[in-house]
């Protein structure tokens, strides 16, 4: 295991040293290719992961075959920790839309370090929460602004992962983040060319000018890495304490939250 300064996953960095060594040993570095599923909705969770430079997915498939990405988690956050919450089976697919480098863990092995180690708890009850609130964000998104607003978005967050210009995104799966049909990526990618926010698309990635997309993105981008700043850098406790008080109770039963 190499030293916390290269972690590269922000929730494990998080944790204090004496923390992190409850997960060491059972914690494995792991590559991962574009497209591959880690877990398909309704099936049970076999492994939780904490994305370094992966970016991955949550997906939810509609009876008609048609798929909608709800949210992406990237080094900020883990997938498969809704486990934690008592279900064993997931509730979306999970799917590689960034390759990248991963850390995974067996879900009993997480679960026995979570009821060892209330700053693990605290961590997964604080990107729980954060996913809530994304979930939130992107459904009124999706209801009050323009196609092309919402993939500025999708785009600048991408961006803030990745950290370079041209961004591994291919047709597909703008369809899926925005809940279009291709024609409409189409029509959308070529309004945001014209304006010079995508400098090019290709069949596997398109490049973009992040002052441009800056200038065509909703106020939705703002507001969602804001919060993720709120999260990283001093709100935690004050965070955690809202949800030890019972100010999320609504979203997550106190009772939960005490067995925790």
Known sequence: ???????????????????FQLLVPHLRRISLERDVVLVRSGDPVQQIYFPCTALIAFVMDMPNGQSVATTMVGNEGAVGV????????????AVVRVAGTTWQISPARFHAALTHCRALE???QLHMRSLLVQFQHIAACNALHSVEARL??????????????????????????????????????????????????????????RGRLEA????????????DRSHRFGRRDETVRSWRAGAW????????????
């Open 82 to 93: 809704l486990s934690t919450l008592g279900s064993r089976r997931s509730p979306m697919t």
């Open 122 to 124: 605290d961590a997964v």
């Open 152 to 209: 500025a978005r999708w785009l600048l967050q991408v961006h803030d992962q990745v950290g370079y210009d041209t961004l591994p995104l291919t047709q597909d799966t703008l369809s899926e983040l925005l809940g279009v049909r291709r024609t409409t990526v189409t029509h959308v990618v070529s309004k945001l060319r014209g304006s010079g926010a995508i400098r090019s698309n290709r069949r596997s990635s398109i490049e973009v000018d």
């Open 1 to 19: 295991m190499e030293r916390r300064s290269n972690i590269g996953n922000r929730l494990l960095a998080a944790l204090s040293p004496a923390d």
């Open 249 to 260: 109770t609504g979203a997550f039963p106190r009772a939960r939250l005490e067995q925790w």
């Open 216 to 227: 065509a993105v909703c106020e939705c981008y703002e507001i969602m890495r804001e919060q």
